[in-house]
């Protein structure tokens, strides 16, 4: 315990808040910061209590820091403190009437209701939260926490997801109780929590547990609805087990994207590193792009007169309702279309194995119709596919991950170097191939990006040798 407390005393955002507010201040770390001291996990942020001014504590430690400082919530008049040199935030909180263990009593789970005095001093432990850290536990402060706050049964999924810990059984009774009250907190504490799981390094063990307490139906009722849902021959999963193993999948691939994309293994993984929206990267994002690209299966889902089942539509259907899934959680509107365009081409791909070897042109094709989430689609096609493991499964994997790694260099080439472009631009076209501007001449200009990415018309000349074949051949 004494180790923990040294790293909690060290700690660069405690030491900060130490010399802003001096040994005499009365304030207390509480909750995550010795939660994640316990667990050995790194420690970048604190939480504290204060009595007295929350926003003079607060502004204090922001000019120790020389960081932005604003208020929380002004419900609970919580204040925030941002280290940004060190990427680190303080949060600073009122002490409750009663003294810092009646404070303690109304947080959510025991190894978040511990605290130690910000000046030094020994763990205020009352509901053994320390011992059920050391034993993986999470155990919550009874019913009455969960009537407190609606949304934590939801953020006990996804502290299970980020810590490794587990409920026991009396806490899994409250939780699968209250789960249906989630649907009531705000939407955008929602998909706090949810994001916060799903890129969680225990994504698969929290939503596990999300869907047997209750709390999948609650916030993502279209993934539950996928339970029971058989599918074709070429399945050996029904689909919410499928869309299960593809996240999985999608898991491996993230954590050794060499094992399918060989070289192209380090400019994928710094594509994904890259920010998209709602503090995800590209490649946090694809795992939500992972679980809700089938959600169109089950009112799509038909048999045909050979027994054979068919979900017809699905990718399209399913686009629409991953935009209405984004609107409900109040996310941003580029995730929203990122992940509906996710949805809407994660089978394009898959038809084009047949056809292999692709020609240039259908290769232009694939990623005009696949952008801005070419790389993306590409490598979520993988996971897909290595998930579905039915009937003739390995030669339709292989070819499929074959077909996936060409198509992979010309995605991120694309990504890179931006859209191939005609040769020559509109002006000249008009002025010299005597193409009217209007639809006429952007169909030409289109005509010509694909003949340059092709390489059948790469030069100014042979692009204005074909632009006047094309015009020719529509005025015949």
Not at 41 to 58: H, I, N, Q, Y
Not at 273 to 297: C, F, M, S, V, Y
Not at 450 to 475: K, V
């Amino acid at each position: 315990m004494t180790d923990a407390l040294d790293r909690i005393g060290a700690a660069p955002p405690v030491v900060a808040a130490r010399r802003a507010l001096g040994p005499d201040s009365g304030a207390f770390v509480v909750g995550g910061a010795i939660r994640d001291a316990l667990l050995d996990r790194p420690l970048r942020d604190v939480d504290l209590v204060v009595p007295g001014d929350v926003e003079a504590a607060a502004r204090a430690v922001g000019e120790e820091v020389r960081g932005p400082v604003f208020a929380l919530s002004e419900e609970f008049g919580a204040w925030r403190a941002i280290d940004r040199a060190q990427g680190l935030t303080c949060d600073i909180s009122p002490l409750r009437e009663g003294g810092i263990v009646h404070d303690l009593a109304a947080r959510d789970f025991t190894v978040n209701a511990m605290a130690t005095p910000l000046a030094g001093g020994e763990l205020i432990d009352p509901y053994g939260g320390q011992a059920d850290a050391a034993a993986g536990v999470l155990r919550v402060l009874g019913a009455s926490a969960y009537g407190d706050d609606a949304l934590r049964p939801l953020r006990l999924a996804r502290l299970a997801a980020e810590l490794g810990l587990a409920p026991d059984d009396e806490t899994e009774r409250l939780t699968r109780a209250a789960a249906s009250r989630v649907a009531t907190a705000s939407p955008e504490r929602q998909w706090a929590e949810l994001r916060r799981l799903i890129i969680a390094p225990g994504v698969l063990h929290g939503l596990d547990l999300a869907g047997r307490l209750g709390l999948v139906s609650a916030v993502l009722p279209e993934l539950e609805a996928l339970a029971g849902v058989e599918q074709s021959h070429f399945h050996h999963l029904d689909v919410r087990d499928h869309t299960l193993e593809v996240l999985r999948r999608q898991l491996e691939l993230e954590a050794d994207p060499a094992a399918v994309f060989g070289d192209l293994a380090e400019p994928l993984q710094a594509e994904l590193n890259e920010p998209l929206a709602d503090e995800l990267t590209r490649g946090q994002a694809l795992r939500l792009g992972a679980l809700l690209h089938d959600i169109g299966k089950p009112v799509t889902r038909g048999v045909r007169p050979d027994g054979r089942v068919t979900f017809i539509g699905h990718d399209s259907i399913g686009a629409g309702m991953v935009e209405e899934v984004c609107r409900r959680l109040r996310t941003s509107q580029r995730l929203r279309e990122h992940l509906a365009a996710l949805t809407r081409h994660h089978l394009v791909l898959g038809f084009l194995v047949r056809e292999r070897p692709l020609p240039r042109g259908t290769v232009y094709r694939y990623l005009v119709l696949t952008q801005p989430v070419e790389v993306e689609v590409t490598l979520l096609t993988c996971a897909d596919r290595l998930a579905t493991r039915g009937r003739n499964a390995e030669a339709a994997i292989e070819a499929h991950l074959e077909l996936a790694r060409e198509l992979m260099g010309d995605a991120l080439r694309w990504r890179a170097e931006g859209p191939a472009r005609s040769a020559v631009d509109g002006n000249v076209l008009a002025d010299e191939a005597g193409i009217e501007r209007g639809p006429a001449l952007g169909a030409v200009l289109a005509r010509l990006a694909e003949a340059r990415f092709t390489g059948e018309a790469t030069t100014r000349e042979a692009a204005l040798q074909l632009a006047r074949r094309l015009r020719d051949d529509a005025g015949a």
